[in-house]
């Protein structure tokens, strides 16, 4: 099992073969690095592809601290491509990956090449802190199960919903089985998101994509990081909420692969 180890951390990652432009890609919040099985051999084709599970997410260790940063975990970004020797990649992020992302960027330019943020925010609201508060509710009145169903309709739209009942069930399952506390530090660190004022910092040209029916991270959040950074581009990806690359993963393919070639 591929391993690096930053700062006393051992972070799982997966990474092609060289030859090829660097692909970072970046999870959400409850993601692994399987969750980009649709995207991988795509983009395979064309870049090298590394993925990695976040300090509290996947096969990665989960240190106790009372809250996993967006900043330090952009930082273990740039560790694994020191790790790898590699000067530079593209980035994709999805929601919270694409929060990451951003740091990752204004904390290390020269690392990104270009920049991918898909169903993501610029800064973490009143709402985002609400839906926080409510799954914390949730897990002490009905645990993982509970919390999986009140965050249903905010991850999924109506299509994959009513298409896709065995997946739904197994994400269902597997969340009843997984430690709250990772996910919960991973939230709070959310909380403290709020990069309106440097992100006009950035200098690579980005591609800011959200799903049409994304009840999350709605359209509003991409059109202010789209204002944001200068000579971004938005796409809406369509028939899909939240989690674009699953529900619709050919055009969220086409879009981005457009984008960097």
Same mark, same amino acid.
């Given at each position: 099992?591929p391993?690096?180890t930053i700062?006393g951390?051992e972070?799982y990652y997966?990474a092609?073969?060289p030859?090829k432009p660097a692909l970072?890609?970046?999870n959400?919040?409850?993601m692994?690095?399987?969750a980009?099985g649709?995207?991988?051999?795509?983009f395979s084709?064309h870049?090298?592809t590394?993925?990695?599970?976040?300090r509290g997410?996947?096969?990665?260790?989960?240190?106790?601290?009372?809250?996993?940063a967006?900043?330090r $975990?952009?930082?273990d970004?740039?560790?694994l491509?020191?790790a790898?020797q590699?000067?530079?990649?593209?980035?994709?992020g999805?929601?919270?990956?694409?929060?990451?992302?951003?740091?990752?960027?204004?904390r290390?330019p020269?690392?990104?090449?270009?920049?991918?943020?898909?169903?993501t925010l610029?800064?973490?609201?009143s709402?985002n802190?609400q839906?926080a508060d409510s799954?914390?509710l949730a897990?002490?009145a009905?645990?993982r199960?509970l $919390?999986?169903?009140l965050?249903?309709?905010l991850?999924?739209?109506?299509?994959?919903?009513?298409?896709?009942p065995?997946?739904? $069930?197994?994400?269902?399952?597997?969340?009843a089985?997984?430690d709250?506390?990772p996910?919960?530090?991973l939230t709070?660190?959310?909380?403290?998101?709020?990069?309106?004022?440097q992100?006009?910092?950035?200098?690579?040209p980005t591609?800011i994509?959200?799903?049409?029916e994304?009840?999350?991270?709605?359209?509003?959040?991409? $059109?202010?990081?789209?204002?944001l950074?200068?000579?971004a581009?938005?796409?809406?990806?369509?028939?899909?909420?939240?989690?674009s690359?699953?529900?619709n993963?050919?055009?969220?393919n086409?879009?981005?692969l457009t984008?960097l070639?």
């Amino acid at each position: 099992m591929p391993i690096c180890t930053i700062d006393g951390v051992e972070l799982y990652y997966e990474a092609g073969p060289p030859g090829k432009p660097a692909l970072l890609l970046l999870n959400g919040l409850t993601m692994t690095t399987a969750a980009w099985g649709l995207q991988t051999p795509v983009f395979s084709e064309h870049f090298r592809t590394l993925c990695m599970d976040f300090r509290g997410q996947g096969k990665s260790a989960r240190p106790e601290a009372s809250q996993y940063a967006l900043s330090r $975990q952009a930082d273990d970004c740039a560790g694994l491509l020191d790790a790898l020797q590699i000067e530079s990649a593209d980035v994709i992020g999805l929601s919270y990956g694409g929060m990451v992302a951003q740091h990752l960027a204004v904390r290390h330019p020269a690392r990104v090449r270009r920049l991918v943020l898909a169903d993501t925010l610029a800064w973490s609201d009143s709402v985002n802190r609400q839906i926080a508060d409510s799954w914390q509710l949730a897990i002490e009145a009905g645990g993982r199960r509970l $919390q999986f169903e009140l965050s249903l309709p905010l991850v999924f739209g109506h299509r994959y919903l009513a298409a896709n009942p065995a997946v739904i $069930q197994l994400l269902r399952e597997q969340a009843a089985m997984a430690d709250w506390e990772p996910v919960r530090r991973l939230t709070l660190g959310v909380l403290d998101h709020d990069l309106r004022q440097q992100l006009a910092s950035l200098a690579c040209p980005t591609l800011i994509a959200v799903g049409a029916e994304d009840r999350f991270t709605p359209y509003h959040h991409a $059109q202010l990081l789209s204002s944001l950074i200068p000579g971004a581009r938005l796409e809406v990806i369509p028939d899909c909420g939240h989690a674009s690359p699953l529900e619709n993963p050919k055009a969220f393919n086409q879009i981005v692969l457009t984008f960097l070639r």
